[in-house]
C-alpha cells in the first residue's frame, strides 16, 4: 500500500506525502517507532488527530508516526478523582464521557478535534476553559534525555495557548495526560460572555454539564468550529491565528479588550481581521477560489476543495499584512507550520 499523503491526516485536508509512515497503537509502540527513527537520523513527524497542523505541498521527508488507540484510566482521588487519558484517546470523546461521569471542568472544551495527548502541547482552550486549569500531570517521552518523564500541571508552564511542549518543539512526546475533576452535576463557573447568555446564567453562575456541552456544541456548529466532511467551513485547522497580546495604548479603537496581569491587553484577532477589511468568506469571489476565510468564522482559513497548502499560506500572509498595516499589530500562526513558513 503506498504511504497516505499528509492531506490524508489533516483537518485541512493539505500536505504532501510522507517518506516514511507508522501508525502505532499505544506509547510502547509511539516510543519503540521514534526511538527507531531517532537512531537512524531520520526527521520525525508526530501526528495524532492532524487538527492543528498545516504541512508543505512537498510532503515530509522522513518518518510520519500516526497515533492512534486511546484508554481511560479513573482513579479515587482526595477531592475528587484522577482520570489518566492515554495520549492517542480522540479528545471530544473524552469530554462528552466527563460530561456523562460528572468530572467537572472540560465541559466548555466540547466539539474540540485531535487526540488528548496534544492538548497539553499548546493548552488547549475556548469559551472561558483551558486544560490548564484541571490537568494536574503529564507524562512523556523525552527524546533528548532518552527517558520518561512526568511534569506537574505547574512544571507544564501552561500560558495562553503555549507550554513547555510547545516551546521546545518535537523534543517531548505526550504519552498521557492526568486530569484532577471534582465530581459534580453543575459545571464549572461559567466564564464567557457568549456562552453565558446561550445558558441563560449570568457570567460565573454554573449551568448542567450536558446543557454546557449542548450550548458550546451549538455555539461551535454555527461557526464551523466542529468537524463535518459535508461543509468546507470547517476543512481547516480552527483559529489560524491567536489573540495577540498589546500595549493598552495601542488598542485599537472599539477592539476588545481583556486586560493581563503584566498591564498589556489580550484583544481579538478576529476583530482586527475584519475590521481590517476580510470579511467572512473573504476570498471566495476570486476566481477558480480554493482557499478562503470560512463563511461563519473570520479566524478560520479553509481548504474549499482541491487547495494547496501554497495557496493557504499566500492567503494567511495577505490577512496577516493587512492587519499589520490597518492596525501595526502582527498576527502570530495558532496551527504548527510543517516544512513551510509563513
Ligand atoms: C475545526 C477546528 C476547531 C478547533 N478548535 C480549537 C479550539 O477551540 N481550541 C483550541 O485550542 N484548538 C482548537 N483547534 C486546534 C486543534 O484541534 C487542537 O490544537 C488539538 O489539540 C490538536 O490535536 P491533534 O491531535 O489534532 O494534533 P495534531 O494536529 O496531530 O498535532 C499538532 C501538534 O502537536 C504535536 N502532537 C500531537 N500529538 C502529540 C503528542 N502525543 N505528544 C507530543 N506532541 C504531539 C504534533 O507533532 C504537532 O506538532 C481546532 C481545530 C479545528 C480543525
Known amino acids: 500500500m503506498p504511504e497516505p499523503a499528509l ?19 499505544d506509547a510502547d509502540a509511539l516510543v519503540a517507532a521514534v ?11 508526530l501526528v495524532g488527530g492532524g487538527s492543528n497542523l498545516v504541512v508543505a505541498d512537498e510532503g515530509f521527508d522522513g518518518t510520519v508516526v500516526h497515533l492512534t488507540g486511546g484508554g481511560v484510566r479513573v482513579a479515587d482521588a482526595a477531592t475528587g478523582v484522577a482520570v489518566t487519558v492515554a495520549a492517542g484517546e480522540p479528545w471530544d470523546a473524552f469530554v462528552a464521557r466527563a460530561v456523562v461521569e460528572g468530572w467537572v471542568g472540560v465541559e466548555a472544551l466540547s466539539g474540540i478535534p485531535g487526540t488528548t495527548g496534544a492538548t ?14 484541571t490537568i494536574t500531570s ?8 532518552r527517558g520518561s518523564r512526568t511534569f506537574t500541571g505547574e512544571e507544564c508552564r501552561f500560558s495562553y495557548r503555549h507550554s513547555r ?60 468550529m466542529v468537524l463535518d466532511a459535508a461543509d468546507h467551513d470547517t476543512w481547516s485547522a480552527g483559529s489560524f491565528f491567536t489573540n495577540p497580546f498589546v500595549d493598552a495604548d495601542r488598542l485599537p479603537d472599539g477592539a476588545p479588550s481583556y486586560p493581563q496581569p503584566d498591564g498589556r491587553v489580550k484583544t481579538s484577532a478576529a476583530w482586527l481581521i475584519e475590521h481590517a477589511g476580510f470579511g ?42 493587512g492587519v499589520r498595516e490597518r492596525f501595526g499589530i502582527e498576527l502570530v500562526n495558532e496551527p504548527v507550520l510543517v516544512g513551510c513558513t509563513l
Do not use: C, I, M
Not at 138 to 145: F, G, I, Q, S, Y
Open 7 to 25: 492531506a490524508d491526516l489533516t483537518t485541512l485536508r493539505l500536505g504532501g506525502p510522507a517518506r516514511r509512515y507508522v501508525a502505532v497503537p
Open 35 to 45: 526511538t527507531e527513527a531517532d537512531q537512524a537520523g531520520e526527521p520525525v513527524l
Open 120 to 133: 497539553p502541547v499548546q493548552n488547549v482552550g475556548a469559551y472561558g476553559q483551558e486544560v490548564a486549569q
Open 138 to 145: 503529564v507524562t512523556v517521552w523525552d527524546r533528548v534525555l
Open 165 to 224: 511542549f510547545k516551546a521546545d518543539p518535537g523534543r517531548h512526546l505526550v504519552l498521557d495526560v492526568t486530569f484532577g475533576f471534582e465530581r459534580g452535576a453543575l459545571s464549572a463557573p461559567v466564564a464567557y460572555a457568549e456562552l453565558a447568555r446561550t445558558l441563560g446564567v449570568a457570567v460565573g453562575e454554573r449551568a448542567p454539564l450536558a446543557d454546557v456541552r449542548d450550548a458550546v456544541l451549538g455555539l461551535r456548529r454555527g461557526k464551523g
Open 280 to 321: 467572512k468568506g473573504f476570498g471566495l469571489d476570486r476566481d477558480g477560489a480554493r482557499v478562503s476565510l470560512s463563511t461563519k468564522h473570520t479566524l478560520a482559513l479553509t481548504n474549499r476543495g482541491g487547495a494547496t497548502t501554497a495557496a493557504l499560506l499566500d492567503l494567511a500572509r495577505e490577512v496577516r499584512s
